[in-house]
């Protein structure tokens, strides 16, 4: 009888050890478990911020690049915007001043025999204080438009002479504009408008007019075509 109940007792304790392996086991995986979930949680709530943290730095990339582009379209059409000038703007004008334009500008407008000069009227304005359209709009008087001059390639009417070129002649004339007629205390100086020009340059009372409608379309021509170019940068 005795013996029977030691076999019992002993059965009993290995059962109850059994069952404590299986509890600790079933312990042992339900941590795991947990461990697991909580490391796929962070990881992805580590994700999620890389992800924000991208866009956030997508987004300010953005802006930057817009920011830096609105900054230089308005840049760019502060220097580059020419106004069209009001007929009334151009005859207060100082014609020593430069006009700003271009040789690609000045292509825009010339026409007959002037065509083909674009570079050497440009020119004049660099080499001397003289608006190049106002030295344009006079050659284009005088001459309509490089087609008629009274002395071999005097488009301006100036002088007794001709020139070897046009080109020539734009330069002699640009320089006199500039030296004996725009420049104070000169010869010749009477201001720098363009009917301050007229008293000492020409005959006729309407040649002021004249020629300052001829700038107004220069300058129109122009406005225009670079408002177009930059309306293409917004």
């Not at 404590?20 to 339900?30: H, Q, R, Y």
């Not at 994700?47 to 379209?73: C, F, H, M, P």
């Not at 020419?82 to 020593?96: K, L, Q, R, T």
Request: charged residues 20%.
């Amino acid at each position: 009888m005795e013996h029977n109940d030691t076999e019992m007792r002993k059965k009993h304790t290995a059962l109850k050890l059994v069952l404590l392996g299986v509890g600790i086991s079933l312990l042992l995986l339900a941590l795991n478990l947990w461990l697991g979930t909580l490391s796929l949680n962070t990881r992805a709530d580590m994700a999620e911020a890389d992800i924000a943290a991208e866009k956030s730095a997508a987004a300010q990339e953005t802006d930057l690049a817009n920011i830096l582009r609105k900054d230089t379209v308005e840049y760019v059409f502060k220097e580059e915007s020419i106004p069209a000038y009001s007929y009334n703007e151009i005859w207060s004008m100082d014609m020593s001043k430069p006009s700003g334009v271009t040789v690609a500008d000045l292509k825009l407008v010339t026409a007959g025999n002037l065509v083909g000069l674009e570079e050497d009227f440009w020119q004049c304005e660099q080499d001397n204080n003289v608006n190049c359209l106002f030295v344009m709009a006079i050659a284009s008087l005088e001459s309509a438009n490089g087609t008629i001059c009274f002395r071999p390639n005097n488009m301006f009417g100036y002088g007794g002479s001709g020139f070897s070129s046009k080109a020539e002649g734009i330069r002699v004339v640009s320089r006199a504009l500039a030296n004996s007629y725009l420049t104070p205390g000169a010869s010749l100086y009477n201001g720098t408008r363009i009917t301050d020009v007229n008293k000492r340059y020409a005959a006729s009372s309407t040649w002021d007019e004249k020629v300052c409608r001829n700038m107004a379309r220069y300058y129109s021509i122009i406005s225009q075509h670079h408002n177009q170019q930059l309306e293409k940068l917004k």
